[in-house]
């Protein structure tokens, strides 16, 4: 059974940091792109960040560009997203999915960033 479980989340400050990790089983967690999505009250899902299998090539729309690094760790099934300058417009459930677009469906249950000024 594939598994995502992401954690991480918190209640910070405007400016603040966190680091978002996901722990993958049930899968080779080395054969796939990964992504991490969010979603804000009342909105679409939002992709900001992508990473290759082999963390030769990453992605950030200009949202994030700048402030948001994904890493992982293949050999810890584990995918991060490290979070800094953090605005209140960042706040949203998190989640790690299976692939390069987000748009898998394979995702976690997610993890709550909320930003406040």
């Known amino acids: 059974e594939v598994q995502l479980v992401e954690s991480g989340g918190g209640l910070v400050q405007s400016g603040d940091s966190l680091r978002l990790s996901c722990v993958a089983s049930?899968?080779?967690?080395?054969?796939?792109?990964m992504s991490w999505v969010r979603q804000a009250p009342g909105k679409e899902f939002e992709l900001v960040s992508s990473i290759d299998e082999v963390s030769n090539l990453k992605h950030y729309p200009d949202s994030v560009k700048g402030r948001f690094t994904i890493s992982r760790d293949n050999a810890k099934n584990t995918l991060y997203l490290q979070l800094n300058r953090l605005k209140t417009e960042d706040t949203a459930m998190y989640y790690c999915t299976r692939g390069w677009s987000g748009t898998s469906g394979i995702r976690g249950q997610g993890t709550q960033v909320t930003v406040s000024s």
């Open positions: 049930g899968f080779i967690f080395s054969d796939y792109d």
